[in-house]
């Protein structure tokens, strides 16, 4: 072979350069072109095969060329290969077609991996793991180290400083009263306070109280779990935790407050001794009646100073701590219907007992001692009057604390600390009206120290706003002062009787019966109204007694009404037609209508046809807020008696006006009205046209006569009334007949009497601008449904009662022997069995009660005069 063919000397490494290299030994002689000179793509990527327009470029031989090729592929894949391993290869930048790799340099957070591939790539290292680990650790140190040393030990002394007074305001601005926790709050140390009330609270609350560390990880681990998922936060917390709390004016339960709380009580458990701690704690509780500290405490329940606490009472004052209004044997229903004080005291002596079994298992109380302090229950002292809350202020007070409570985040014992500006919707001149009203027919009236029958008589009244719901009276009873607790105008167990019929015949007009298809029934559809009927139910059966027999619903007399129409039977209250109506409309449809008004459906009676006739128990303020959804032609707003709240001067939220809504067509209202404007002028409320404006209004009375309403209202005003005794032990209903040294009360009696005294106080020198006048309604049906002509509209409803059985045929209502007025007889067969115990519904209730049909079984709802749920909580689950 020719020297100027041999082929020349090839460096080691590939690549397009050698490539090239093996092209310098062309037979033409020629150069080899520069990279990238022919334009051909595959010049581009070196691998020096092909010329321009893409022919083979001439070796010396097919050999060489071929060898050439061989070298040019495997540099590629060097190349390549160099390309995903590093930059050029391990020694230096390359061109080869590999992905590019970051930079050598090292970096802080190796993450996303380099060098790793797939999953491993996004797996993160132990190294990362544990940096960030230890990185977490040192700054929940840091955080705690800055929270330890931000927060300040509390004091005891510190938090009673802070006490204030609230200050509760009339609807005009000026100061009703004030009244807070201030002045009834003393500290006393360590050594005042007896060893048996310290290990009475260390066995109930804390018993590792001086052995642990003052935290429960656990207890405060569990509330923010609770606050995290919306739930309930929970106690258990030390002695220590609750010293720290009972030091906050601000009860949020928030997770800062938690943490902070948390610190401040790590502190405490380094900084105070245990009995520094127990010694903050006892001067810091809340043991109701507005008793902050043991001292307080000892005062209010037993009259004496905490060294003289014996083991029994110092078990019942840590009772106490567990919450005050449920273990408070006074008991406390302004508050909460169920702390009823039959209630509280088996809850109160409940845990009075096991807190001493508790002292005497852990070795604190010896058996001897445990036997003398269980021997009897330490009775308290009754609930005493505060200081300026005499008279009607005091449930003027209650009734806004509750509507406080029940509409805000504030608890019972924040509140109690005080610093709150309570602005009410109470009219002093009306409140004043509203118990003068009382007074005077009291004393016209009731003769206690004459007559027996006439102890016990209590009252309870509300007067609201239409198309408001603002409650600008109210009278809850004689007054703390004179030892009545309890706010009558926010009762329960009080059966309103005949005041409930309205509902019947408003769903009937709305909603029609089952005999009419849907079509509403008016007014003047006819009703058999005899005494001693049967109640056919809508599959045609009547509805028996216990024993089978025929059930005959009775009246308060056995005068023969024969049939008459809705409007007369609801002027003269005659049962029997309206307790066939309510099953002929169905009492479901009565409770909608009587629940879109603005009863609380927790007050309602067993749902059966004496529903009809008033055996549920609202309290007086709703029954007169509901009346004046019928006095604003239908618009509901619900009750409320707070308009604003300020704690230091800044507003609280949560005290918006409450929305008016249209709870029910506009003429079924005004229809509603123009029958019980008739009820004043010819029937059982005839005693209100002494106050000498257009009003309307409806009686009620229960059977064995034990409860009498009225409730009646102007444009301007709706008012009930109610009148009742009441064993003042037991808190049982008790029969007011011969009571006022009349056979019987009823509720066009005394009640009406104190409605239209006060109502002429309330409105004078206000206009009467009388009702919207409604148009014609439903169809008039006789009792089997059939549809009778309309009768005009334009004549007197006296007058279209004309051809009605009547003893007398004048123009005014007919009165049957001896008081057709107080012709109101619940006389239900099954009164007995339905929601207020033997209180069923209906005007009178003198007759004598047949036995119970067996479809209306109930179960007795009690007769006790607590809270409803009405009065301070409107509108809310817990009560008005």
């Not at 004043?432 to 027996?452: N, T």
């Not at 559809?525 to 009775?554: A, I, M, R, T």
């Not at 002028?681 to 409806?698: D, F, I, P, S, V």
């Not at 059985?805 to 049957?816: D, F, K, L, N, V």
């Amino acid at each position: 072979m020719s020297e100027h063919r041999r082929k020349p000397p090839q460096p080691q490494e590939g690549g397009r350069a050698a490539a090239r290299r093996g092209q310098s030994g062309s037979a033409s002689g020629r150069r080899a072109a520069p990279r990238g000179a022919t334009g051909s793509p595959s010049d581009t990527y070196g691998s020096g095969f092909a010329g321009p327009g893409g022919e083979e470029r001439p070796y010396g031989g097919r050999a060489e060329a071929r060898r050439a090729a061989q070298r040019s592929s495997g540099s590629r894949r060097r190349a390549a290969d160099n390309g995903r391993r590093g930059p050029g290869g391990p020694t230096g930048p390359g061109r080869g077609r590999g992905r590019t790799t970051a930079s050598d340099r090292k970096r802080i957070i190796d993450y996303p991996r380099a060098g790793k591939y797939g999953w491993q790539r996004w797996m993160p290292s132990w190294k990362l793991v544990s940096g960030l680990f230890l990185g977490f650790l040192g700054s929940l140190v840091a955080i705690a180290g800055i929270g330890y040393a931000m927060v300040s030990v509390p004091s005891e002394e510190n938090a009673a400083a802070l006490s204030q007074n609230n200050v509760y305001y009339w609807a005009d601005g000026t100061q009703m009263v004030a009244t807070g926790s201030g002045e009834n709050r003393q500290n006393v140390t360590i050594e005042q306070i007896p060893k048996d009330m310290q290990w009475a609270v260390i066995s109930a609350e804390n018993k590792t109280f001086y052995d642990d560390s003052g935290v429960d990880p656990m207890g405060i681990a569990r509330a923010l779990a609770n606050m995290a998922t919306g739930g309930d936060t929970q106690g258990g917390s030390t002695i220590t935790q609750q010293f720290v709390k009972n030091t906050y004016l601000s009860q949020e339960q928030t997770v800062s407050r938690k943490f902070k709380e948390m610190f401040i009580s790590i502190k405490v458990g380094t900084k105070l001794d245990k009995n520094e701690i127990l010694q903050g704690y006892l001067n810091t509780s809340y043991y109701g009646r507005g008793a902050y500290g043991i001292q307080a405490a000892a005062q209010t329940y037993y009259g004496k100073d905490a060294e003289d606490l014996d083991a029994s009472e110092c078990a019942f004052l840590a009772a106490l701590l567990k919450g005050p209004t449920y273990y408070d044997p006074a008991g406390n229903e302004n508050l909460d219907k169920s702390a009823t004080p039959t209630a509280n005291r088996e809850r109160s002596e409940k845990r009075w007992r096991w807190i001493l079994g508790e002292m005497n298992k852990d070795g604190h109380l010896s058996d001897a001692d445990y036997q003398k302090a269980v021997s009897a229950y330490p009775e308290p002292q009754g609930r005493k009057a505060i200081k300026g809350m005499s008279g009607q202020v005091s449930y003027l007070v209650d009734t806004a604390k509750k509507y406080v409570l029940s509409h805000s985040e504030i608890t019972e014992a924040q509140f109690d600390q005080g610093g709150y500006q309570i602005y009410t919707t109470f009219e002093k001149d009306k409140v004043d009206a509203l118990a003068k009203a009382v007074k005077k027919i009291e004393k016209e009236r009731l003769d206690p120290e004459k007559r027996e029958l006439d102890k016990h008589v209590q009252f309870g009244a509300a007067s609201v706003k239409p198309n408001d719901g603002a409650i600008v009276a109210l009278y809850g009873g004689a007054g703390y002062e004179n030892g009545h607790f309890n706010n009558n105008a926010d009762t329960a167990g009080v059966p309103v009787g005949s005041t409930w019929k309205p509902y019947v015949l408003a769903a009937a007009m709305q909603y029609g019966t089952y005999k009419s298809d849907g079509v509403g029934v008016s007014p003047m559809s006819k009703y058999n109204g005899n005494d001693h009927l049967k109640v056919q139910k809508p599959d045609g059966s009547y509805y028996l007694k216990k024993d089978n027999s025929l059930f005959y619903q009775e009246n308060e007399s056995d005068y023969p009404w024969g049939y008459i129409s809705l409007h007369k039977a609801m002027e003269q209250s005659v049962n029997t037609p309206f307790v066939q109506l309510g099953v002929d409309v169905g009492m479901e449809k009565v409770a909608q209508v009587a629940e879109g008004t603005g009863i609380l459906k927790q007050s309602f009676s067993d749902i059966n046809p004496s529903f009809a006739l008033g055996t549920s128990t609202p309290s007086a303020i709703r029954m007169a807020d509901s009346y004046a959804t019928f006095a604003a032609s239908g618009k509901q707003a619900d009750p409320y008696s707070v308009k604003e709240v300020k704690h230091s001067g800044q507003p609280v939220p949560g005290f918006e006006k409450p929305k008016v809504a249209q709870a029910m067509p506009e003429n079924v209202a005004n229809n509603v009205t123009k029958v019980l404007e008739n009820v004043i002028e010819n029937g059982t409320g005839k005693n209100a046209k002494a106050l000498g404006r257009t009003a309307a209004g409806k009686t009620g009375t229960t059977d064995e006569n034990k409860s009498a309403w009225f409730v009646g209202y102007t444009q301007q005003l709706s008012t009930a009334v109610a009148m009742f005794r009441e064993n003042p032990k037991s808190h049982e209903l008790l029969s007011m007949n011969g009571t006022a040294g009349d056979d019987s009360i009823h509720g066009g009696d005394i009640p009406t009497s104190v409605w239209t005294e006060y109502m002429k106080a309330a409105l004078k020198g206000k206009p009467d601008p009388g009702f919207p006048e409604p148009t014609p309604i439903g169809e008039v049906f006789d009792q089997a449904g059939v549809p009778s002509p309309t009768p005009s509209v334009t004549v007197k409803p006296t007058e279209t009662e004309t051809e009605e059985p009547s003893p007398t045929p004048t123009t005014s209502a007919p009165e049957p022997t001896p008081t057709p007025s107080a012709s109101e007889s619940c006389a239900f067969g099954w009164c007995n069995d339905s929601g207020g115990g033997d209180n069923g519904g209906g005007d009178g209730g003198e007759d004598e009660v047949s036995p119970s049909p067996s479809t209306s079984e109930t179960s007795d709802n009690g007769n006790g005069n607590g809270g409803n749920g009405n009065g301070g909580i409107f509108g809310g689950p817990d009560g008005e």
